[in-house]
C-alpha cells in the first residue's frame, strides 16, 4: 500500500531533522514520489515545508524563503490555519534574517490572529521561542526575556524537548540568554544535555552552563565531571593525564598527532609512537568516560568544545572580548569591561601547568604569561584613561598575586602610585620587586625598571 509513503516519509525526513541528522533527512526526501506528491496537495506542503527546513539549517535563506512560499501557497488552498501559522513563523525568521523586518513582524502579528482561537502549548510555545529571538536580534532586550521566560515556563511544565522546525543554534542562543537571566535554568540545562546545544562561541563565561568536564590548568591541574557524571573527580595519573594536559598544552584543537608523539615519545620510532599514541587515547576515553570527548579526524585531536569548559580558553575569550570592547568593535562600557576584567583575574591563578616541566608545558606557559601580562597592561591603561586609577592598582596588585615575577607589571604598578604622587608606595613596589626576583630568578632588575626608580629618586 503505497497511499501513505510520501508521509510517512515527510514525517521521516522531520525526525531525522529533529535529530540533527541533515543528511538522513535529504535522503529521505530524494525517496518521495514527486508524481503522487503533485496528487496530494498536504503532502506536497509538508514536502515543501521540510526543505525550507533544511535549507534555513544549511544557513541558506533565499532557498528557505522560496521553499516556504510554495509551501504556504498550497496549506492556504487547503485551508488550514495551524499548518499556516507554522510556516508563517519560519517566514517571519527567513524575513528578518534576509533585512525585512517590516514583513518579519507583519507575519507574526498574522500568526497571533491566526491562532487566537487554535489551544496549543506546542505552538505556543514555538512561537515565543521564534518572537524572543526576533526581539534579541532587534535589540529589543526587555520584550525578548519577557517572551523567552513565557515560552521556558510552557516547555518546563509540558517537558518539551523540541518542536517543528527546530533549528539547533537559534536554540543554543536562547539558552545562554536564558541561563544568564536565570530564567527556568533547572530546565535549560536539561534541555543543553538533551539536545546537545552549543552555539557557534562556547559559552564558557556562562557560570551555569553544563559542561562535562572542568578543567583547570592554571596553578595546579585538576578536572572535575560535572553534567551527567557530577562531583566525580579525578585521581588518574600517569600517560593518559600526560596527554590531555599535552593536547591543552598545544591549544586544544586540531593538534597533529604527530606532533603529540614527537613531544611525548621523542626517542621512539614512528610506528611504536603512534601504536602508544592511540593506546594512551583509548585509556584516557575510559577515564573520562566518554567516547565523544575527544575527536580524532584527519590525524589532528581535538577536545570535544560541547564537553568541556577549559580555563584556557576561557581567558582567552574574555581577552579577545576585552580588547573588542576597548576598541570599540562590540558594545561594553566601564561597568562590562570590569566584569570581563574580574572573570580574568579569577580565572589565572598561577603559572599555566605550574607544576609541569616538559618542554612542551613551558613554552605554552611563556605564551600564556604574556598574554596576562598584555591583558593586564591593557585594562590598566583603560582605567587610567577612564580616571580608575584605584582600580588600576588593585588590578596590578592582584596580578602579581598570580605571577610575581611579571617585571613590566612592576614597573607599571610603580608608575601608577607616582601618578597619585605616593613616591614611597612606589618605591616599595621596586624594592619588593627587586626582592622578588633576586630570590625567585636569581636576576636584578631590568635597566628599563632601574630608570623609573631613579627618576622616582630624583
Known amino acids: 500500500i ?16 529533529g535529530a540533527g541528522d541533515l543528511e538522513k533527512a535529504e535522503s529521505m526526501l530524494a525517496e518521495i514520489d514527486q508524481d503522487a506528491l503533485k496528487a496530494r496537495r498536504f503532502d506536497s506542503s509538508q514536502y515543501y515545508l521540510i526543505r525550507a527546513w533544511i535549507a534555513m539549517e544549511r544557513g541558506d535563506l533565499q532557498d528557505a524563503f522560496n521553499q516556504q512560499k510554495t509551501a504556504l501557497r498550497l496549506i492556504q488552498e487547503l485551508g488550514l490555519p495551524f499548518i499556516e501559522a507554522v510556516i508563517r513563523t519560519g517566514m517571519a525568521q527567513i524575513r528578518f534574517e534576509l533585512g525585512d523586518t517590516r514583513k518579519s513582524f507583519e507575519n507574526m502579528k498574522k500568526v497571533r ?3 487566537k482561537n487554535i489551544d496549543s502549548r506546542l505552538f505556543e510555545f514555538h512561537s515565543l521561542l521564534i518572537y524572543a529571538y526576533l526581539a534579541f536580534e532587534n535589540r529589543r532586550e526587555s520584550l525578548g526575556l519577557r517572551a523567552l521566560s513565557a515560552a521556558l515556563q510552557i516547555g518546563r511544565e509540558n517537558n518539551y524537548s523540541y518542536t517543528i522546525m527546530w533549528q539547533k543554534q537559534l536554540m543554543a542562543r536562547l539558552a ?3 541561563l544568564r537571566h536565570g530564567i527556568e535554568p533547572e530546565y535549560v540545562k536539561w534541555l543543553i544535555v538533551k539536545r546537545r546545544l552549543m552555539p557557534e562561541e562556547p559559552p564558557l563565561d556562562v557560570e551555569d552552563w553544563p559542561w562535562m568536564f572542568r578543567v583547570t590548568t592554571m596553578g595546579k591541574f585538576d578536572i572535575e565531571w560535572i553534567g551527567q557524571a557530577a562531583g566525580k573527580k579525578s585521581k588518574a595519573q600517569g600517560r593518559p593525564i600526560e596527554l590531555l594536559k599535552a593536547v591543552i598544552a598545544f591549544g586544544g584543537k586540531d593538534v597533529r598527532v604527530q606532533k603529540i608523539t614527537d613531544a611525548m615519545w621523542p626517542h621512539i620510532d614512528s610506528d611504536y609512537a603512534n601504536r602508544s599514541f592511540n593506546t594512551t587515547l583509548h585509556r584516557l576515553r575510559n577515564i573520562l568516560g566518554d567516547e565523544n570527548a575527544l575527536i580524532l579526524e584527519g590525524g589532528q585531536l581535538s ?3 560541547s564537553f568541556f569548559w577549559l580555563d584556557l580558553w576561557a581567558i582567552e575569550q ?4 576585552i580588547s573588542r570592547m576597548i576598541a570599540g568593535d562590540i558594545p561594553g562600557g566601564l561597568d562590562e569591561i570590569r566584569v570581563v576584567v574580574a572573570k580574568v583575574m579569577n580565572i589565572y591563578q598561577g603559572a599555566f601547568l605550574g607544576d609541569e616541566e616538559a618542554s612542551w608545558a613551558i613554552g605554552t606557559r611563556e605564551q600564556v604569561r604574556n ?9 590598566v591603561n583603560y582605567f587610567n584613561a577612564n580616571d580608575c586609577p584605584r582600580e588600576a592598582i588593585e588590578l596590578l596588585e592582584l596580578a602579581l598575586e598570580s605571577d610575581d615575577t611579571a617585571e613590566s607589571l612592576y614597573r607599571l604598578l610603580m608608575l601608577c602610585h607616582v601618578e597619585q604622587g605616593r613616591k614611597a608606595e612606589a618605591i616599595e613596589v621596586y624594592n619588593r620587586c627587586r626582592t622578588t626576583l633576586e630570590g625567585r630568578l636569581s636576576v636584578k632588575p631590568s635597566p628599563e625598571t632601574e630608570e623609573i626608580y631613579q627618576q622616582i629618586r630624583g
Not at 503505497?2 to 531533522?17: Q, S
Not at 598574554?371 to 585594562?379: D, M
Open 2 to 17: 503505497h497511499v501513505w509513503r510520501n508521509t510517512t516519509l515527510n514525517y521521516g525526513a522531520a525526525g531525522a531533522l
Open 113 to 115: 490572529v491566526i491562532t
Open 176 to 178: 545562554v540568554i536564558a
Open 303 to 305: 577536545l570535544n568544545p
Open 318 to 321: 574574555a581577552q579577545r572580548q
Open 371 to 379: 598574554r596576562f601580562t598584555r591583558f593586564s597592561s591593557q585594562a
